[in-house]
């Protein structure tokens, strides 16, 4: 039931900036955390960012002060502002919610179907 839809990306210029969104819907009251993860292509899928229940975010070096991962109190929406955008960043990106399963001693991945992101001079 719980379902992730990206939107936002497209191409830009390099030290461009582009913000995508994921509408979540679904019981994500509690979570394990919800991020977002990109894969170039040949590329294992990689996290990027990563933001708690409790507001707290960390995020990936190769990304950290360049990108902000937020959402809205509901968590009905996550956001990724990307600032700064390098040719490296281009690879699809996604947005995943982690879930506690029935027994809350585990967690469950949920993932959107991703966006491209292109960065091209």
């Known amino acids: 039931q719980v379902q992730l839809v990206e939107s936002g990306g497209g191409s830009v210029q390099p030290g461009g900036s582009l913000n995508v969104s994921c509408s979540v819907s679904?019981?994500?009251?509690?979570?394990?955390?919800m991020g977002w993860y990109r894969q170039a292509p040949g590329e294992e899928r990689e996290l990027i960012a990563l933001i708690g229940d409790d507001g707290t975010a960390v995020y990936a070096d190769s990304v950290e002060g360049r990108f902000t991962i937020s959402r809205t109190n509901a968590k009905t929406t996550l956001y990724l502002q990307m600032n700064n955008l390098k040719v490296e960043d281009t690879a699809v990106y996604y947005c995943?919610?982690?879930?506690?399963?029935?027994?809350?001693?585990?967690?469950?991945?949920?993932w959107g179907q991703g966006t491209q992101v292109t960065v091209s001079s």
């Open positions: 995943a919610a982690e879930l506690p399963t029935t027994s809350s001693t585990t967690c469950d991945k949920y």
């Open positions: 679904g019981n994500i009251s509690i979570t394990c955390g």
